[in-house]
């Protein structure tokens, strides 16, 4: 079982102890991802005027939508990825059926060329009875 990592973190200028299973790297990523999202949100003047209880709402709502779309881009890569490793699949037992196909087409060669040989030593065998009844 992991052990439990406390780990301060700085997000918006206060010094927090963020308690978690994840290593103090993935925490640290974590707080810099909302001070991010602090800062996108300060650049904006109507985001100064409003209080704080609204402001909390707001960054939680934009950090929600990003996680919901980000869940969906993965979905989306994941359908993606299915249908890939389905179509690499059928490319493979294509394949495996043009060999199969080549091999019948080779053996069938081999049994052409077999016939043509007979039949070519046939027509001398038949030339050189004409030529001694001649």
């Not at 109507?46 to 939508?65: K, P, T």
């Not at 990003?66 to 881009?73: E, F, M, S």
């Not at 993965?74 to 043009?98: C, F, P, Q, R, T």
């Amino acid at each position: 079982m992991k052990n439990m990592n406390d780990t301060d973190v700085l997000i918006d200028g206060r010094k927090y102890t963020i308690c978690g299973f994840e290593s103090d790297e993935y925490l640290q990523q974590i707080a810099a991802y909302i001070n991010r999202k602090f800062t996108e949100f300060k650049k904006k003047d109507y985001y100064r005027r409003l209080d704080l209880d609204l402001r909390n709402v707001l960054l939680a709502i934009n950090i929600a939508d990003d996680y919901y779309k980000t869940k969906k881009k993965a979905s989306e890569y994941k359908s993606e990825n299915e249908l890939k490793d389905k179509m690499v699949l059928e490319m493979k037992h294509e394949i495996i059926d043009l060999k199969e196909t080549i091999k019948k087409q080779e053996s069938k060669t081999d049994e052409l060329e077999d016939s043509l040989e007979k039949a070519e030593k046939k027509i001398i065998e038949l030339e050189t009875r004409l030529k001694q009844r001649k």
